[in-house]
């Protein structure tokens, strides 16, 4: 009984191989994957035609040979499926449909007033009908669904803390799962930004980086030998409430002096609050005055943003030593003027040695990191329990 038990785990193990390869590597032949993995030919050939009749792999004809005959291609079906990732903000919920390789169908996008628990909730669900509606036909249809909040979470889903939504122990993913039985995956949103940096952004090439997600307040995910850190109870990251103020203000977690009171959008607002004299609807008014007007005013309030940016990220290189940082989330925008005084920051405050071989990058996924790491989390799930 035992040998067959180790039979099929060896068989679950090389049948996960030979898609990860295709998916990494195609178009590829049997005869390369049988070369590269070290698995007999034969056994690719029977695993790659189970993979055939699963629909997640596909023969696109021949490719060049090397000698003898021509090999078949193959391909995977990215379209076999698709996935839902939602980036869940604290005024905001943008949603992205995409299929298993990432690639965009649709999105939807809404504000929201925050004014309930149960309110957003049925936000939320409105955007993923929305999405559902407008899915194209494939396979397996839509298979899972990726949400990064602002806040922590446990290992079954419930959103155990998010001081900017103001929730505490929100069954976020059985709510979400009863509506529409689909497979739903809950994670922190600065951690599902990291890992869209780590998979379709500027951190592809890095083992060792930090997604820094500026919005109403900040967050941070870390991947630490390319893999994504979460620490002992999954509260890694929260770097957005380490105190940079002995006597600063007290944030909504409870903590003094928090990071993001000085450098995040709201912390910009209240700024343009108190030095202008008068309210600023949102960061994109600002944006907007900053570019057209050229206010002096307007862009000092983006250099002392970017000064107490910096102040935060040298010390997220004194204590993890990165590669790379991404700066990510809405106020990217705004990267034309918080660029120079966050690099001036760091360079007079940064140790040497760190410093050299550090590189500092605003993102390129326009604001989509986190719906595109969630959405990865969704398919990954799906992986996990077609290979099993």
């Not at 193990?13 to 007999?40: C, D, F, W």
């Not at 996008?109 to 936000?123: F, G, P, R």
């Not at 669900?125 to 036909?137: D, F, G």
Request: proline share 4%.
């Amino acid at each position: 009984m035992k040998k067959t038990g180790d039979l099929n785990l060896v068989k679950r193990m090389n049948k996960a191989i030979v898609l990860e390869y295709i998916q990494q590597h195609a178009p590829v032949s049997r005869a390369t994957i049988a070369s590269k993995t070290g698995l007999t030919k034969a056994t690719v050939s029977t695993l790659v035609s189970e993979w055939i009749d699963s629909h997640m792999v596909y023969e696109i004809g021949t490719g060049e040979s090397s000698g003898g005959r021509k090999p078949v291609m193959l391909l995977f079906h990215a379209k076999a499926g698709f996935v839902i990732g939602i980036d869940l903000g604290v005024n905001y919920i943008h949603a992205l449909l995409t299929d298993l390789d990432g690639e965009a169908a649709c999105e939807h996008n809404m504000t929201h007033a925050n004014a309930s628990v149960a309110s957003v909730l049925e936000d939320v669900k409105a955007c993923i009908r929305e999405l559902l509606r407008q899915a194209p036909a494939s396979p397996y249809g839509v298979v899972g669904i990726g949400i990064g909040i602002p806040g922590i979470s446990d290992d079954h889903g419930n959103v155990l803390f998010a001081p900017n939504l103001g929730w505490e122990n929100v069954p976020l993913q059985q709510e979400i799962e009863k509506e529409f039985g689909i497979p739903v995956v809950i994670e922190n949103e600065a951690n599902a930004g990291a890992v869209g940096e780590k998979r379709y952004g500027a951190g592809q090439d890095a083992a060792h980086l930090i997604y820094v997600s500026l919005g109403s307040g900040i967050g941070t995910g870390i991947i630490i030998k390319d893999e994504l850190y979460r620490g002992a109870t999954g509260f890694s990251g929260e770097i957005g409430h380490q105190s940079i103020d002995l006597n600063g203000p007290q944030c909504r977690c409870g903590n003094y002096g928090c990071w993001e009171l000085y450098a995040s959008e709201q912390a910009l607002l209240e700024s343009a609050k108190s030095s202008l004299g008068r309210s600023a609807a949102d960061v994109d008014s600002l944006l907007q005055e900053a570019a057209q007007i050229g206010s002096a005013e307007i862009s000092g309030l983006f250099a002392q943003l970017g000064r107490h940016l910096g102040i935060g990220l040298v010390n997220i290189v004194n204590s993890f030593n990165p590669e790379l940082i991404i700066i990510g989330g809405r106020l990217t925008a705004a990267a034309e003027w918080l660029d120079e005084p966050i690099r001036q920051t760091m360079e007079q405050r940064l140790l040497p040695y760190p410093r050299k071989p550090l590189e500092v990058q605003f993102s390129a996924l326009d604001s989509r990191s986190t719906v595109l790491g969630a959405s990865t989390l969704a398919a990954g799930n799906f992986f996990g329990k077609l290979k099993s």
